[in-house]
C-alpha cells in the first residue's frame, strides 16, 4: 500500500469517525497469551484503572470494544436509542 493510499485511508476513517464520534487512538499490540495494553490516554480518558472489570463485545465479527461493567446500563441505553432510531440492526453491510 503507498503512503498515499495510507493517508486517503486515514482521512476517510477520520471523516467517517467524526460522524459517528469515535476516536483512534493510536494501535496495539497483541501479545502470545493474548493480552494486549490498553494505552494510557485511553485509561485516562475512560476512567479505567488496575482491578476494573470490562466487558468485550464485538459488532460484525469484526470491531472489538472494552466497556466496564459500571458502564454497562448506559451503554445499553444507547444501543437502543440507536435501534430505535434505525440503526443497522440486519447486518446486511457485514463482509463475507
Known amino acids: 500500500m503507498s503512503k498515499d493510499s495510507k493517508t486517503h485511508d ?5 471523516s467517517l469517525a467524526n460522524q459517528c464520534a469515535v476516536k483512534m487512538h493510536g494501535t496495539v499490540s ?4 493474548g493480552q494486549v495494553v490498553i494505552p494510557k490516554e485511553v485509561r485516562k480518558l475512560t476512567g479505567i484503572e488496575p ?29 437502543r436509542e440507536e ?3 434505525g440503526a443497522d440492526t440486519t447486518h446486511k453491510n457485514h463482509p463475507q
Request: no cysteine.
Open 51 to 79: 482491578g476494573d472489570t470490562l466487558l468485550v463485545i464485538t459488532k460484525h465479527d469484526r470491531a472489538v470494544g472494552l466497556v466496564k461493567n459500571s458502564d454497562l446500563a448506559e451503554i445499553l441505553e444507547y444501543m
Open 10 to 14: 486515514t482521512k476517510a476513517f477520520d
Open 30 to 33: 497483541v501479545g502470545a497469551k
Open 83 to 85: 435501534i430505535g432510531a
